[in-house]
């Protein structure tokens, strides 16, 4: 079997686009919570390689464990793991934040982040061999107004991947943070909650990023030779010069 690579949040967007991009050099294990996706891409991708699916929620830590010692052991052998399942929820002044929306993000971006981590990388420590892929956000370099909490998990996220890159690094083990900006995929539907309208002004009158633009990194990051860590990346659409400056064309 060819190099395993194990994919979080794979059923729609950046996590979608990333497993299709990887999918011609390694064994995927797909994860996500929509088990219909997550069957009708692995049928898709087993044309090309080998694919198991996972459905988990990744806020869930007794969920990701079980998931994670379900594997056959051929199938533990995890070379690649890419933590991308995450979303925002609502986008509020702090005094009007919703509590739940709150726990959506710090559970589902960061504490499944780490939970997933803490699930795989100990294997990797044994084999001293792995590449461990977050996907922050440019929300987690720079906060912008009403984003307080989404950024609050996406800098966490950023400080996990700074602190992994540290425990890990006497086993050789590859610890790179892929922010991007603006990228167009369900994340905006699913911030706002369904409403189109305000969905769609997220990515008005420019020429975003889409989710292969990240997946085509991520593929190059885990393809540098072993010697090169690609540490940290940030992706702007070129309309975008950082989280509120953006050249919209009315
Ligand atoms: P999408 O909404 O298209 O995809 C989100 C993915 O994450 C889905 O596959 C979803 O799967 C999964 N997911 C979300 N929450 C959970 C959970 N609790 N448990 C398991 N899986 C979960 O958005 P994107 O592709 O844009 O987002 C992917 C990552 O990229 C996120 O971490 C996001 O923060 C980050 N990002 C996105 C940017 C953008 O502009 N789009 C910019 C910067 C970073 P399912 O619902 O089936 O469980
Ligand atoms: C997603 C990018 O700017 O909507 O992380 O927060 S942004």
Not at 114 to 132: C, F, H, N, Q, W
Not at 199 to 219: F, M, R
């Amino acid at each position: 079997m060819k190099k395993i690579a194990f994919v979080t949040g794979a059923t729609s967007g950046i996590g979608e686009a990333i497993a299709r991009a990887l999918a011609p050099e390694y064994a995927l294990i797909i994860c996500g919570r929509r088990v219909k996706r997550l069957k009708s891409l692995a049928d898709e991708l087993s044309k090309i390689t080998d694919v198991r699916t996972l459905s988990f929620d990744v806020s869930d830590a007794q969920a990701v464990n079980e998931a994670v010692n379900s594997l056959p052991t051929e199938w533990q052998n995890i070379q690649v793991l890419v933590n991308n399942a995450g979303n925002a929820h609502g986008r509020a002044p702090i005094h009007e934040g919703d509590l739940e929306d709150w726990d959506a993000m710090i559970d589902g971006n960061l504490k499944g982040l780490l939970y997933v981590t803490r699930a795989i990388s100990p294997g990797m420590v044994e084999r001293k061999s792995g590449d461990i892929i977050n996907i922050g956000s440019i929300a987690g370099k720079e906060v912008y107004p009403d984003g307080n909490v989404y950024c609050a998990s996406k800098f966490g996220v950023d400080a996990a991947t700074n602190g992994m890159r540290m425990d890990l690094n006497p086993y050789g083990i590859r610890v790179i943070g892929v922010h991007p900006g603006l990228v167009e995929t369900e994340f905006s539907m699913v911030r706002f909650k369904g409403d189109e309208d305000k969905s769609e002004s997220v990515y008005k009158g420019i020429t975003p990023l889409y989710a292969e633009d990240i997946a085509e990194t991520v593929k190059f990051v885990v393809g540098r030779p072993p010697h090169v860590t690609i540490a940290d990346i940030t992706i702007f659409p070129t309309a975008q010069a950082s989280s509120t400056i953006v050249n919209r064309q009315s």
